[in-house]
């Protein structure tokens, strides 16, 4: 039995976030050490003789925007292929779809890495007693080391308040280094002014664009020094010196920005130093303090090593509870140092890093739409990072303008869609391939992101200004596009991919196009759903109401497949690669919550059984994202040790020596392993399911705690409704939880089956307790 009694208002202090500590400098990018102020990025690497730092900007995009990215004859073809796919001809509708219905982009374009900022030092020698590290607590990368006789130390972070990069690099004797740009993926002419470094380029790139078209760009470095300062024509040289501080800052003119002007504003008096890094850890210290994870205390042997030794002997099957709170904070830092609330662009795929192989190969640095971009953001909410979202609204309203275009064009409806990809330039048009470019329910699944931030917060003025109207847009489209099948009357999303599978149809032909696929029914029922309840909150379009209440009822209800399994598409057909990544109609488990283990258990096995026919098929491919997936469905499905499973093969098999998660080479076209942001917050985003999840009625206490980690606490998750809450446990039992009200809310709390129903105050805090 839970018992619960009303508390004054306490803060419970968080549990520290940890450090990324290492013994050597980085030689490589899977090595250096992330910085970022939602908008500039850099990754450090800490040479001895050469510190280098790679520069990447969010707006430094290849491409322009599209006029003509709409097939043509769309529009007419459309009747056809769905007549054809109603009667069972899959090959002729497929065939038709890719002449007919593909995008035909000519400038997407990418986001492209910058060329990286240079310090080399003089002389010879080798350096000893060094450190780097990381300190989630502060944003800053720290080095120390001794060289030639002479102690280096450098801090280099990027600040969102002054919007600048900023390395400061000492030494205990004067010496002399020389700073200039290295070579990068785009042509920069640099030269030098002065006290600053000044690099102007244009984002051009051939593979995703015409060469021709993109971004100006301005990089301006500033150096101060207590040494003597000059410059040559492509670098400033500094003698005599014990400190040097450098400040980055970066422009570029996408939406009309002056690059030139941005960048000498955010250099024009800027503060000292001291001052610098004061406003810097009173804009970012709140933000990571939020929250907090303690899962038990590794064994000193372990905890005393570089975090790139701990990550191995992890990998090897070693137990490190504090290497997994360390994953868990990494992945709220990358979001507050890739995404702020005044962030022009979301988190890409990459976030705000780049390391030059998603734009440099068959995949774009872009914004993928069938879950890259979504996992981008589920740390945020439950986190309480919910600001960070911000951005990524931004893009979803200018989706919306782009996507009536292409609803017209297109498929000759009201509303706004958007399919597989999108880009800086907000393009809505399908993919340009078969298989995965035909997502039309993409725009529902990112929209989803608004409405996950309103039930956190109930702010009925964000309801009624950003949400409703992109949700309520959406659900004129799809109640235009919807076909009815004349056999059972039910209303069929497609022409549409499952992305980014294949079936194999009766015939054995491979094909990817369908109707009334699994995930286009379960986005739909959950735009229908939310848009719903969000008018009647807000006392609104009543008819419109009433037509999606009728319309939800029509929609295909779930199947369980022959082999046990949640099917994928509307009829039972078997996967054309059953080891394929992509398991999009269980979206169903997470984000939704159609299918739950209380409410569905039939539905939650069939899942399950999906889940494992995937990973018992020869060729499973895992990756980051997938293995962050995993995570948050076992969670989901109160399965807490395979939860954890998954949990270790993210950061042992997915994740690099900088705990940067990463894609897998061989898998989805690409060669090396990429970055990719997803799994790092997708891995945080899976952890805090295991200990808290919620509903707008209900919040459950440590739904999928795994054995193995028997004793723990955590302080500022949250929960739907505005509450936050923090726990305890130990012998894999809770001690207590306190949950904290910013709203008045009515919320039940269940620990198991044990349940207590509360009314909160705002400002009112509550201990729990089992008895």
Known sequence: MLTHEVLPPTVVPTAAPGRLTYSAPATRWFEALPVGNGRLGGMVYSGDRVERIDLSESTAWSGAPGSSDVSPTALTKLPQIRRLLLTGKYAEAQALAGDHLLGRPGNFGTNVPLPPLLVEYAGSGTASAYERSLDLADAIVRTSFELDGITHRREVFATHAHGVLVARLTTSAPTTCTISLGEGAIPVEVSADEDTLIGSGQAYETLHSDGRTGATVEIRARVATDGVLSTGTDEVQVTDATTVTILVAVGTDWQGEDPIARTMELLADVPGYEVLKEAHLADYVPLIGRAGLDLGRTDDAVRGLPTDERRALFAKGGEDPELLALYFQYGRYLTIAGSRPDSPLPLALQG???????????????FHLDINTQQNYWAAEITGLGECQLPLFGLIDRLRASGRVTAAEMYGAPGWVSHTVTNAWSYSAPGWGLGWGLHVTSGIWISLQLWEHFEYHRDLTFLADRAYPVLRDAA?????????????????????????????????????????????????????????????LLDVDAELRTELTAARAKLPPFQVGKHGQLQEWLHDFDEAVPSHRHTSHLIALYPERQITPRATPDLARAA????????AADGWEQTEWVEANLLTYYARLLNGDQALHHLRGLVADASEHNLLSYSAGGIAGVVQNVYSFDGNAGGTAGIAELLVQSTPDEIELLPALPTSWPAGSVQGLRARG??????????????????????????????????????????????????
């Open 722 to 771: 505005g509450l936050a809450v923090d726990l305890t446990w130990s012998d894999n039992a809770l001690t207590e939880a306190r949950i904290i009200a910013a709203l008045p809310s009515s919320v039940r709390v269940r620990l198991g089956e044990d349940v207590a129903e509360l009314d909160l105050a705002a400002g009112q805090s509550v201990r729990i307790t089992r008895t």
């Open 352 to 366: 705000v890093w780049n390391d030059g192989r998603a734009s440099g190969g068959p995949w774009t640095n872009d």
């Open 476 to 536: 004129q489209f799809f109640l235009a596009y919807l076909t009815e099948d004349p056999e059972t009357g039910q209303l069929l999303s497609g022409p549409s991919d499952s992305p980014e599978n294949w079936y194999l149809t009766p015939d054995g032909e491979q094909c990817s196009i369908s109707l009334g696929a699994t995930c286009d029914t379960v986005l739909i029922e959950a735009l229908f759903r939310i848009c719903t309840e969000a008018a009647g």
């Open 608 to 615: 399950e059984v999906t889940i494992e026919r995937r990973q």
